[in-house]
């Protein structure tokens, strides 16, 4: 594929090191928590401890007895300050069923952790004592926990007010299913279990709200990933006329999807600021937060490939139970459907099918975690296909090779629908296999079987592909998303020649200032240190739709050049005016705008900046300021893709599995920053590690959550990770000018099957053929026994 | 309400607590610290690392009165204030290298791993990865994938060994 041109780059594609780290470095931070306003109040939240129950009373009287207590409300006490329940914005089918979410359960609580109650107090300790003198009656209901019970005629119900636990099916069938599978010469099928995880970004959430002063505005603070979005919702839901509220997303520290919502919390902040009339703050523990922050993932998938005699692939059936929690959340029920476009992977085929339930049950909601929808998807073809290679008796690698699009096919149209721009998987290939030393390791790996060493060695393979760069507004719309995937950018020239680049992206650990200032500098033709990058505020940054689906460099990248282009087309006229020639034939390059034939007639482009200012002599047609705004909305999704390399021992006598190396070449297209892009890739493998050997949200029978805290859900260290290596191949993108196609969510939609199809491997000559994630001692341990013959 | 003298990075300081007071929430809520932070209630995360007379702490686990006559360093007393003009160049190696390296993504985790990694460095001077990663077992980050900060800590070593220390 052919790049789109890009200007000579002084600063695009090579490591600058962050503009955002001084402060960050030397903890000079303003983390939502660290905020202090005078008069501020606390908050606490009184939850329920019960995953299903009707609320007969609610007493808070003894609360407002003790010391520092200020106020204290059950739901009943804030039912009228909400014009409507907690957003979904994302209603996948008409009949798709939503129950009220409102911010403060008033007579059933669906899940542990449902707030029921708030208390308002002096200082954080005594709204946390006071929580306990709030008396709820709680009438016990039957817990819904397990989605196929739940299917059932008959089941108990998570929600009193509905009369089944599907929320929606939601079909898309590609291309004759039928046929594909009816004629097939083999078809490999499997049930997969995507269990639920706990994104734990270490900044627990947090919320400061300032009722208006001098203004009729009032002021949020929120650990937030969505700003622009939390402030249209909030304005809805607490029946705040929009342009009398500002959000503002301080540092944040990391989201990965949980922070991507419209919470509980934020609302009842908001509405009791604007009450009490003084400045309220809550901050979440972790604990409470893992009841109250959305989890992630929770599926379980039953696929099949069909294929041909030799080996081609025909089609695949995919039927989904996704798991939803107790409430639809901001884009909980679309986040499964993502699936729908990305389970036939880098893979041709002549049909797919492609069904999801969404299930409610009494727990968390589930929503967005880093990848949503794609690293499910992306699990289950990949696995899948191993599988298929073993039971075809192929190399794993030749039967991705045999299906996979070429490089000279693109772009191609997949089976789904949706146009692949570019794309190389040979060369990720071929490359990784290089790195990984990919022959040598399947020679070990045959000694070590040969002597039947009781530590074996796993080799396994990932070849993903992901949609990204969230979204095309019109394919949104097709999908009934409730908005746009447009982003926005604002750049200023000052008159000193220095520039201001206003985002609508709300960066948290990914470092947009650094990059969107590369991006500007060589638009612009100014030096990196004298671009400011401003971003977070809706004060500041009027318009936006925030960071998330590795969106943000694709779209809001996309946005900073567009906008730059314009500045710089307006810069022109002003050189050309001075300068006293034709628009035609002024040239500019690096910063630098010249008359063709005589380079001694030049202005600069702060020149053109500071005349503009003055504004005594321009252009007539035109108004005196060159600063512009560009709103872009992407005309594709991006695909990034790549191929993983993961090693693993598996102590066959301990079920102990130890990641002997790992490679990761990745296509994200062209580079703004390298050293930013590898560690994106880095922290995306890590969380996609996490998931194939770590970490399990689990409840019991009841409802509880058994990992209610660090103590129990296993967020691995550095002592639990490996290194590494990662490595590049670069296929632009052709649909943006930049490109680019995104790199935040890559390294965990790969690294999950890539993991888990080692340690398959591993155990292959057992008779293991697949191995429930996480893969922990005991769960390895258990898939050996069950192979030796189920007695475990 | 128990009296308290702690000296927090060089300034002493007499303040009233309840006695049940931890550690981070003085150093943050009375003191005025930004940079200790709170990531759990499980002693897990090591986002609250200090230094409790010079050896690493979470100051969660800590009660304020057991400081009580104590000196505590935070990564706000970490860097040489006295070259203020420049604003890296007071910088301690690990704070340095942890931006060369890029060790560090939102940066939540980093305040706790710098004062995790200056106290393993006191212990063991040039450590192996193994031994950084190991040494960093207390601190969680969620961003990074530690890949970045197990480089940051051991180019940080090699610089306070007076060695070359490649960019
Ligand atoms: S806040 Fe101290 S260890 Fe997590
Ligand atoms: S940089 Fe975000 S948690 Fe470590």
């Known amino acids: 594929m052919t790049a789109v041109d890009t200007p000579p780059s002084a600063n695009v594609g090579v490591t600058k090191l962050r503009k955002e780290d001084a402060h960050l470095v030397t903890g000079r931070t303003s983390w939502t928590d660290n905020l202090k306003l005078p008069g501020m109040l606390h908050v606490a939240f009184v939850r329920s401890p019960m995953a299903h129950a009707k609320v007969t009373g609610v007493d808070v009287s003894a609360a407002l007895e003790q010391p520092g207590v200020v106020a204290a409300f059950s739901g009943a006490d804030l039912v009228d300050n909400w014009s409507g329940g907690l957003p979904c914005a994302w ?60 299917l059932a005629d008959g089941s108990d119900l998570a929600d009193t007010s509905l009369d089944s636990n599907k929320s929606f099916t939601w079909q898309k069938i590609d291309g004759d299913i039928d046929a594909a599978f009816d004629g097939a010469a083999h078809v490999t099928t499997r049930r997969f279990i995507n269990q639920r995880l706990i994104p734990t970004a270490i900044e627990p959430r947090a919320v400061v709200c300032a009722p208006p002063r001098e203004t009729r505005e009032t002021t949020l603070w929120s650990a937030t990933q969505v700003p622009h979005i939390l402030r249209l919702m909030l304005a809805l839901t607490c029946g705040v006329p929009e342009h009398e509220l ?172 949706i146009e692949y721009d570019s794309g190389n998987y040979e060369a990720a290939t071929a490359k990784a296999k290089e790195l990984f030393g990919y022959d040598d390791l399947r020679r070990e790996q045959q000694e070590r079987r040969d002597r039947g060493d009781k530590v074996q060695l796993g080799i396994g393979i990932s070849t993903f592909t992901e949609m990204c760069g969230l979204a095309p507004s019109r394919v949104l719309g097709s999908l009934s998303y409730g908005a746009g995937g447009w982003e926005h950018a604002s750049v200023r020239m000052l008159p000193s020649g220095k520039v201001e680049v206003i985002t609508g992206t709300s960066p948290h650990g990914q470092g947009h200032v650094t990059a969107w200032s590369q991006i500007a500098a060589d638009a612009l033709g100014v030096p990196y240190e004298d671009v400011e990058v401003r971003h977070g505020d809706t004060a500041v940054a009027h318009k936006g739709m925030d960071t998330y689906g590795s969106r943000s460099l694709v779209v809001g990248g996309y946005a900073v050049q567009s906008a730059c282009d314009k500045v710089v087309a307006k810069a022109k006229r ?65 695909y990034p893709h790549g191929t993983h390399l993961c090693a693993t021992e598996v102590d066959t006598e301990t079920g102990q599995v130890t990641i002997r190396s790992y490679v990761a070449v990745d296509d994200v297209g062209k580079v703004i920053n390298p050293q930013i892009v590898e560690g994106q890739v880095h922290g995306g493998i890590a969380q996609g590690v996490a998931q194939a050997l770590y970490e399990e949200a689990v409840y019991d029978a009841d409802g509880n959550l058994s990992t209610g805290s660090l103590l129990d859900y296993y967020v691995p260290s550095a002592a639990d990770l490996p290194h590494f290596q990662t490595d590049r191949t670069e296929t632009p993108a052709t ?22 199809n080692a340690v398959v491997d591993a155990l292959r000559p057992m008779g293991v053929n697949d191995v429930r994630m996480p893969a922990s001692p005991r769960n390895v341990w258990e898939a050996i026994q069950a192979a030796n013959g189920g007695a475990a | 309400m128990t009296k308290l003298n702690i000296t927090v990075d060089g300034e ?67 860097a040489d204030p006295s070259t203020n003009g420049d604003p890296t160049a007071g910088w301690h190696p690990l704070q340095k290298a942890f931006h060369t390296e890029h060790g560090l993504q939102c940066g939540y985790c980093t305040p706790g791993m710098i004062m995790a990694a200056a106290d393993l460095l006191k212990e063991n001077p040039d450590p192996s990865e193994d031994e950084v990663r190991h040494g960093l077992e207390g601190n969680l980050c969620r961003c990074t994938g530690y890949v970045n900060i197990v480089k940051a800590v051991r180019t940080a070593a090699a610089e306070m060994r007076g060695e070359e220390v490649s960019a």
């Open chain 1, 91 to 150: 209603p996948v089918t008409e009949d798709m069923k939503s129950p009220t979410h409102l911010p403060l359960a008033t007579d059933e609580v669906r899940h542990v952790g449902d707030a029921v109650a708030v208390v308002v107090a002096r200082s954080r300790y005594q709204a946390a004592d006071a929580v306990e003198f709030v008396e709820v009656d709680y009438d016990p209901l039957p817990a819904v926990v397990d989605m196929e019970a739940a």
């Open chain 1, 246 to 417: 500002r959000v503002v997303a301080p540092d944040v520290g990391g989201g990965f999807g949980s922070k991507l919502n419209v919470y509980a919390e934020e609302a009842v902040c908001l509405v009791l600021a604007r009450k009490l009339g003084q400045p309220v703050k809550w901050t979440e523990s972790r604990s409470e937060g893992y009841q109250a922050t959305i989890h992630g993932r929770d599926q379980i998938q039953d696929v099949s490939l069909a294929f041909n005699q030799d080996a081609t692939l025909r089609g695949m059936k995919v039927e989904l139970l996704a798991d939803m929690g107790a409430y639809l959340q901001l884009v909980t029920p679309g986040v499964p459907l993502l699936g729908a476009f990305m389970f036939n992977a880098i893979y041709k085929m002549d049909a797919l099918s492609f069904t999801c339930h969404g299930i409610f049950t009494n727990k968390t909601p589930t929503d967005a975690y880093r990848g949503a929808g794609r690293p499910e998807a992306t699990f289950a073809i990949e696995r899948l296909i191993d599988e298929a290679a073993n039971e075809l008796g192929m190399e794993p690698f030749e039967l991705r090779e045999r299906n996979w699009i070429k490089h000279e096919e693109f772009p191609y149209t997949t089976i789904a629908g």
């Open chain 1, 574 to 638: 002003v050189a050309a005016h001075l300068l006293e020639a034709s628009e035609d034939d002024i040239e500019f390059e690096a910063g630098t705008f010249s008359v063709r034939g005589s380079p001694d007639a030049s202005k600069t482009i702060q020149d053109t900046a500071l005349a503009i200012f003055a504004a005594h002599d321009y252009p007539e047609d035109m108004e005196p300021s060159l600063d512009s705004d560009a709103t872009v909305d992407p005309e594709n999704f991006s």
């Open chain 1, 735 to 756: 649909t943006n000018p930049l490109g680019v196609k995104g790199v935040g969510e890559a390294g965990t939609i790969a690294s999950t099957p890539a993991v888990i």
């Open chain 2, 12 to 78: 002493v300081h007499d303040d009233d607590v309840e006695p049940r007071t931890l550690l981070v929430h003085y150093l943050r809520d009375v003191v005025g610290k930004t940079g200790t932070n709170v990531g759990c209630d499980t002693s897990n995360c090591g986002a609250c690392t200090v230094h409790l007379d010079g050896r690493s702490v979470k100051s969660c686990t800590v009660l304020a009165v057991q400081a009580d006559g104590a000196t505590v360093d935070t990564i706000e007393g970490l």
